[in-house]
């Protein structure tokens, strides 16, 4: 009887195990070839799973029932478990729905009452707050094709693109791994070393810190980065007001009490701010994100960007970011059959919570450690489940198709457009030594030329002419600068130059060339300048990554170029056409809580929303060979952006300076007008006033502009954006009769202006966009006639 009763057990634990067997199941879109995260798994009874990020799940599968797949946006899948067991990749064909607006009386919609939980419990759920923690982490980016929907590979006759189709089944397009460890302690150091990254073609660490670039690291700040552009949160303040949620799926967790809620959600209707719509995964259990998809609301960007994260409870702890990743839908078509996508997928392991860490602001965000790309094997090693097997291909292909392309020219092309410089092998060419403009020189051509790195890593040596069409002058200069230290940018520069320099203006010494920020436009408007002959030395570096220092002495000698003369009347220090100083100053840029990227020996800022100081001092010295001038010359400027969630960006600038001592106008300070020449609005200066209008000893000027949301339109070539603008500015001067043949005013009563812009009522390729603006002056210095104190403007603006 025993004997019977054991093989009866054994005959039934045999039964079970072959009838039921633990499987890893992938989700696949059958369109695509991508995962499907989050699908949900059920076999008929009170079980059902949810698979993760990459569509993929351990379950038991039983032979003898059926499982249904289901997602949003999918069509139901129902597979035998016998057929499940045998073909673990389940393909489920895409079934967009629209949704229209669901209208919900105010206590009978259940979503809010779980996403105000949500809210509630955000500060003790965000990762970035409470506890310090580090991780290590796997990253990988690849570029491929994918046919659109309702597109059957079967029926595709074009040759081409049937050859296209088998290249990107053995290959990517293009590919970068990355392995990399985090420290973070709140509230603000953080810090990132890439210890290990392969890119396929073009070897630059900038692709090894790409994927971080691309989201916010938790979905629980306020503004949700996305793709480079900030979207209104909706489990920020105010979300319920703004968005719509649906309860579209409740899922009870087998052996606890716990549930997840899966909550549909999008803008509502009528509200204009940039927001998101996708779906939030909620498990009751501390009332945290498990899950995450969200995408850009009728955004219009020029690349359509989707993110999925995925969170799990780490020891027993927190609820923490376990994947996360991003597609992006390039819009660039491939022979009317497909779309070329990019996804980024980042991988954290190795979590641990209240490290013993730095504490206080940490302002290198991202450190790419030297050598890091020619640990390739430690790339392999990290893939792990990850590997597709496509990897080895496309390093090899990309790589051979790069070196006979000559890739990394295509690079230093890019590259141009950040720093203003066209390589040529060892030599480079700075673009605005080649043609410039100026209301004095006219059209200002040219030609400079200077060594790189390529040529050395320590000197840099330089030259540059121009010739002004207007004016009719010749003008050269040259620089040596030595490289003493490269991560913290110190730097020795000798210069010399015979060349022009704007009557009251302040050099600050900045380096930076960037063509989207409007001030460089300013340059077109400066119509006096004198001759100046400079020589001069510099020692500069970082004293924080996000503090600078400038150090600088110079001899020069001035020349006017007009009428004017200096003619003080209680000295004999006065001049008719020519003056020399000495001087000796310094320049300190503070970019508060700046963040940057040092990649190897190179140097990328992530910018800042915090005030941007700049000042400088300069300390004017008689006696020295045959300067004339004593005196002390201050300058500060202070830039700040706020963000104010649903409405817009609000800018302040603020441009001070003040000159000690009885000097020429060379050595005053200026207000800077661009009324004068080019029907163009430039930000940050006086739209009404004409260039060189007013001089002082000490002035001040605030220049505030709000840049409301974009209206939304379906239209793609037009995306009115209203600015509203406004300037004041004070100032005076002593001894104002001692300048002579030059007519200018000082705004000792208060100069005013305002202003309406519409910007980007023409947009190209979403990258560019053109608008038209008018200012009105008024105050103490508006001119007689109403009609000529109103200036019409066209405005422009880049969109990345």
Do not use: C
């Not at 993110?307 to 027993?316: A, F, G, K, T, W």
């Not at 209301?439 to 002419?465: C, D, H, I």
């Not at 436009?521 to 996000?546: C, H, P, T, W």
């Amino acid at each position: 009887m025993k004997k019977q009763l054991l093989l009866n057990f054994v005959f039934i634990v045999l039964s079970t195990s072959l009838l039921s067997q633990k499987t890893a199941v992938q989700v696949i879109d059958i369109q695509t070839e991508s995962p499907v995260a989050f699908a949900k798994v059920s076999d008929g009874t009170n079980a059902a799973f949810i698979a993760d990020i990459d569509g993929k799940l351990n379950i038991d599968i039983d032979v003898s029932r059926k499982y249904s797949f289901r997602f949003f946006d999918y069509k139901d899948t129902i597979i035998s478990g016998a057929v499940l067991i045998k073909n673990p990749r389940v393909y489920m064909s895409p079934d967009a729905q629209v949704y229209d607006e669901v209208v919900i009386t105010p206590g009978e919609n259940p979503a809010h009452r779980i996403i105000q939980n949500v809210m509630d419990n955000k500060s003790m759920n965000n990762p970035l707050k409470n506890n310090s923690f580090t991780y290590d982490s796997y990253s990988k980016l690849y570029v491929t094709g994918e046919l659109n929907e309702g597109v059957d590979r079967d029926t595709i006759r074009d040759t081409t693109m049937i050859s296209a189709l088998e290249l990107l089944d053995r290959q990517y397009l293009f590919l970068t791994e990355t392995k990399a460890t985090r420290e973070f302690n709140p509230p603000s150091y953080d810090k990132e070393v890439v210890t290990a990254y392969n890119v396929s073609g073009i070897k630059d660490p900038l692709f090894a810190t790409i994927v971080n670039q691309f989201q916010s690291f938790s979905f629980y700040d306020n503004n949700f980065e996305l793709n480079q552009k900030e979207y209104v949160n909706p489990i920020a303040p105010g979300g319920l007001r703004r968005y719509l949620f649906i309860l579209e799926d409740t899922l009870v967790h087998q052996g606890t009490q716990d549930t997840t809620y899966t909550i549909k959600y999008r803008p509502r209707k009528g509200k204009n701010f940039e927001g998101l719509e996708g779906y939030l995964y909620i498990h009751t259990k501390d009332w945290a994100i498990e899950r995450v998809i969200a995408s850009p609301y009728e955004d219009g960007s020029l690349f359509n960007a989707r993110i999925i994260q995925e969170y799990d409870v780490v020891n027993n702890k927190k609820w923490f970011p376990k994947k996360i990743s991003t597609e992006i839908d390039f819009g660039i078509d491939i022979m009317g059959y497909g779309n070329l996508i990019g996804r980024s997928s980042l991988y954290i392991s190795n979590v641990k919570f209240d490290q013993e860490l730095k504490r206080g602001f940490n302002p290198v965000s991202v450190e790419v450690e030297e050598g890091a790309g020619e640990q390739t094997a430690a790339i392999e090693g990290a893939r792990g489940e990850t590997e597709t097997g496509k990897e080895k291909e496309t390093y090899t292909i990309v790589d051979s198709v790069a070196k006979e392309s000559n890739l990394e020219l295509m690079l230093d092309a890019l590259k141009i457009l950040s720093t203003g410089k066209i390589p040529l092998g060892k030599f480079s060419v700075p673009i605005d030594e080649i043609v410039n403009y100026n209301g004095q020189e006219g059209f200002r051509l040219g030609l400079g030329l200077e060594t790189n790195r390529r040529m050395s890593k320590v000197v840099q040596l330089g030259g540059y002419f121009a010739y002004g069409l207007r004016d009719k002058e010749w003008k050269w200069g040259g620089d040596l600068t030595f490289t003493l230290h490269q991560k913290r940018l110190i730097k020795l520069n000798l210069h010399y130059s015979d060349d022009l320099h704007e009557r009251g203006g302040t050099d600050m010494y900045d380096d930076a060339f960037n063509l989207i920020n409007q001030g460089i436009y300013r340059n077109f408007f400066v119509n006096l300048m004198d001759r100046e002959r400079f020589a001069g030395v510099k020692l500069s570096g970082l004293i924080r990554q996000n503090i600078k220092l400038q150090l600088f002495g110079n001899y020069k000698r001035f020349t006017f170029t007009d009428d004017y003369q200096y003619m003080p009347l209680f000295s004999q220090n006065g001049t008719l056409d020519n003056f020399d100083i000495a001087e000796l100053g310094f320049v300190f840029n503070w970019n508060i809580r700046e963040k940057v990227m040092i990649l190897e020996n190179r140097r990328v800022s992530l910018g800042t929303k915090w005030p941007k100081i700049t000042l400088k001092g300069t300390k004017g010295l008689s006696g020295v060979f045959e300067s004339n001038y004593d005196y002390f010359r201050l300058n500060l400027s202070v830039h700040q952006n706020f963000k104010i969630r649903g409405v817009g960006d609000l800018s302040f600038v603020s441009k001070s300076g003040m000159t000690i001592g009885n000097v020429p106008l060379t050595l005053s300070q200026i207000q800077e007008g661009t009324e004068k020449g080019f029907s163009l609005s430039v930000a940050n200066t006086f739209e009404t006033m004409q260039p060189a209008e007013f001089f002082s000893d000490q002035h001040s000027a605030l220049f505030m502009r709000f840049t409301f949301l974009p209206i939304k339109s379906k239209l793609e070539w037009t995306k009115p954006t209203f600015v509203v603008h406004s300037a004041a500015g004070f100032g005076t001067m002593n001894n104002r009769t001692d300048h002579k043949g030059f007519n200018f005013q000082t705004p000792e009563k208060g100069y005013y202006e305002s202003g309406l812009i519409v910007d980007n009522l023409l947009v190209f390729n979403n990258i560019m966009g053109v608008g038209a603006g008018v200012f009105y002056r008024y105050g103490p210095y508006e001119l007689p006639k109403m009609s000529d104190n109103f200036v019409y403007k066209i405005s422009v603006t880049f969109n990345f």
